[in-house]
Nanobody, 123 residues
Framework: VQLQASGGGLVQAGGSLRLSCGAS????????MAWFRRASGKEREPVAA????????YYADSVKGRFTISRDNIEHMVYLQMNSLKPEDTAVYYC?????????????????WGQGTLVTVSS
């Protein structure tokens, strides 16, 4: 599965962006999906994740109430709506997919990764 993430860019603090992730039309219905990010000089961290059916989701404490992960299993896309962005949200954001696992937030359980999209939030 080749994932493509898009939607990053430069935004002022308080602004919004929506990231998108797809697999060139390939069905993602059976995959749990997640967004991770890596800020400069920091380790990769989980941001949000959603299981294959959309019934279960995970959010990092730092983004709860501001970010929303969603999936469209008809269009085979996963989205990350990011509102009230802060400078500390600046990072490269990666989408990831897995067939199965026990912890939505554990990056080691994801098999497929997109190329990343840069989000820069200016103060």
């Amino acid at each position: 599965v080749q994932l493509q993430a898009s939607g990053g860019g430069l935004v002022q603090a308080g602004g919004s962006l929506r990231l998108s992730c797809g697999a060139s039309g390939r069905s993602l219905v059976t995959y749990d999906m997640a967004w991770f990010r890596r800020a400069s000089g920091k380790e990769r961290e989980p941001v949000a994740a959603i299981n294959y059916s959309g019934a279960t989701s995970y959010y990092a404490d730092s983004v709860k109430g501001r970010f929303t992960i969603s999936r469209d299993n008809i269009e085979h896309m996963v989205y990350l709506q990011m509102n009230s962005l802060k400078p500390e949200d600046t990072a490269v954001y990666y989408c990831a997919a897995r067939r199965d696992g026990t912890d939505l937030a554990d990056g080691r359980q994801y098999d497929y990764w997109g190329q990343g999209t840069l989000v820069t939030v200016s103060s």
